[in-house]
């Protein structure tokens, strides 16, 4: 369970942080975009600030190169062509000693009006003369004198400009808020736009990329600022929002998911065994096998244990996977060499000390049982190998018989192990080159209830003597299942009574102390 819980914190947090890091790209993304859109609205402005002007200088320009003194008819055509190509100026005024005395709209006029004075002057800097500037929220022209129009007055010369600020209010301009303004070296004079805006934005500290003061290049002194909040920007784009987080969060839910699920492959059995072949996390115990007439340790059998970062594999989990997943003649190889090169180390075990150690029946059909006659620790040990080999169908085989003579041969010992519970066939005690007849623990664990299993064991302790086979059972916890072994005939025992499986110090220092 603790497992368990590791396992779904680690795939939570995990699709948290996949959330977060996609929460965080996509806020990036969406950064770049309004900061780009900012960019696109203040780079539209001050193109449009630079186009009047240079349509302003045009046409002032050449009205003043006229020299004109008086509004007269030639005056009023000249004034009426530069304002039929204007894109910005929608009226043109002529001025006789600062009196308005005609205009393109109204013609020549009937009472002159006196001009009021500017905002800001500046000079010319291609015919150094002053321009003065100014501002008007609320004017009235002449043909339309219903209609308030929000302009900038320009006059140079005897000439004046009324430029409609509405060409720079356009659908184009995404921003929420701008303004264009005009600076002084002391004082800051608005054009266009929502007036107030350039200074909220210079003095004012908002979330990044949703402001923007931008300047001309061509024209000093007029700048423009723009502001964008991130809470209109999410709104215009909420659609694209929604579907980006709730793709974010199944991207969170399915790397949560996938982190899940290899953990849990990761910590599947057949993977942990596989790893744990490669990387050490089988360990073997040493269970002592007895002499039931002396009470001497003869030999010990040797009982794989498996434990990982993960936890401990039992052996009735990890040996089924070892013989699905086709793994039986690797374990059986690692088995043999920590096994042998362990208990060589310990010098207090005779040259004559049995080791019995477990062979797969399939890897008899196969033959790779043939190869442990070829591994040189076995056949230099000093020890007598005693291979333990199941009852199975695989051992009812011409084959097997080949392997079993090949191996008798070459001075191993054989041993049916679990007799009786497997796949039994009595031709296999005669005709196959055994020694040794292990009864199961389950035959033993019935012999003080008189079950039907322990009945069998005198028909088993028959063939063992007809066979001339020596016999070992499996089990014994108690001096009574002991006795009754003992009376029968059973030659050595192993169990829980004389000792559990150990570690190889723990097995060294129970030798001592039996006095081997």
């Known amino acids: 369970m603790k497992q368990y819980q590791q396992r779904s914190l680690v795939a939570v947090l995990t699709g948290v942080v996949v959330f977060v890091m996609c929460t965080s790209t996509l806020l990036y993304f969406a950064a770049q975009k309004l900061g780009r859109q ?77 001009d009021n004075p500017p905002d800001y002057i500046r000079t010319d800097t291609q015919t150094n003369t002053p321009v003065r500037v100014r501002y008007e929220p609320q004017l009235y022209l002449l043909l339309f004198t219903s209609r308030a129009m929000e302009v900038i007055i320009v006059r140079q010369g005897n000439y004046n400009l009324i430029i409609d600020t509405r060409a720079f209010n356009d659908k184009v301009i995404e921003s929420t808020q701008w303004q264009v303004i005009y600076k002084s070296t002391d004082k800051m004079f608005h054009l266009a736009g929502k007036n107030g805006t350039y200074e909220q934005v210079k003095n004012s500290a908002f979330l990044p990329y949703e402001s923007i003061i931008k300047c001309s290049t061509n024209n000093p002194g007029y700048c423009t600022a723009a502001k964008l909040p991130w809470s209109q920007f999410f709104a215009d784009n909420q659609f694209l929002l929604i579907i980006s987080l709730i793709l974010i969060s199944l991207a969170g839910v399915s790397s949560g998911l996938l982190v899940d699920y290899s953990l849990a492959a990761r910590r599947s059995t057949i993977t942990r065994v596989r790893k744990g072949l490669k990387k050490g996390s089988f360990y073997w115990t040493y269970q002592p096998i007895i002499c039931l007439r002396t009470g001497k340790v003869v030999g010990c059998e040797a009982l794989a244990r498996f434990e990982d970062k993960y936890g401990v594999l039992f ?104 007799f009786g519970t497997g796949y039994s066939n009595l031709k296999n005690l005669q005709n196959l080159s055994f020694h040794q007849l292990k009864i199961d623990r389950t035959f033993v664990q019935d012999i003080t209830t008189e079950g039907l299993k322990a009945s069998m064991i005198p028909n088993i302790m028959e063939l063992v003597r007809k066979f001339n086979y020596t016999c070992v059972a499996e089990g014994i916890e108690t001096n009574e299942q002991e006795a009754i072994l003992k009376l029968a005939g059973v030659h050595y025992g192993q169990g829980w009574k004389y000792a559990k499986p150990m570690a190889l110090y723990d097995f060294k220092t129970y030798l001592i102390s039996q006095k081997f």
């Open 315 to 418: 052996p009735d989990q990890f040996i089924p996977i070892i013989r699905k997943a086709n793994l039986t003649w690797r374990f059986t190889q690692v088995m043999i060499d920590k096994v042998i090169k362990e208990l060589s180390t310990l010098e207090v075990l005779p040259s004559k000390f049995k080791i019995s150690i477990n062979i797969f029946p399939c890897d008899v059909e196969t033959g790779n049982v043939a190869l442990l006659k070829d591994i040189p620790v076995l056949t230099d040990s000093r020890f007598i190998i005693c291979l333990e080999i199941t009852e199975d169908e695989y051992l009812d085989s011409t084959v097997a018989h080949a392997h079993f003579k090949a191996l008798v041969e070459a001075g191993f010992n054989l041993s049916i192990d679990d």
């Open 38 to 114: 900012l960019a696109r609205d203040s780079n539209y402005i001050v193109q449009h600030i630079d186009a009047a002007a240079a349509e302003r200088r045009q046409i002032l320009m050449r009205l003043n190169n006229l020299k004109s003194n008086q509004c007269n008819s030639n005056t009023l055509i000249e004034m009426r062509r530069a304002l039929f190509d204007a894109q910005y100026v929608i009226d043109i005024g002529f001025f006789t000693d600062d009196q308005l005395v005609c205009t393109t709209g109204a013609g020549k006029l009937a009472r002159t009006i006196t």
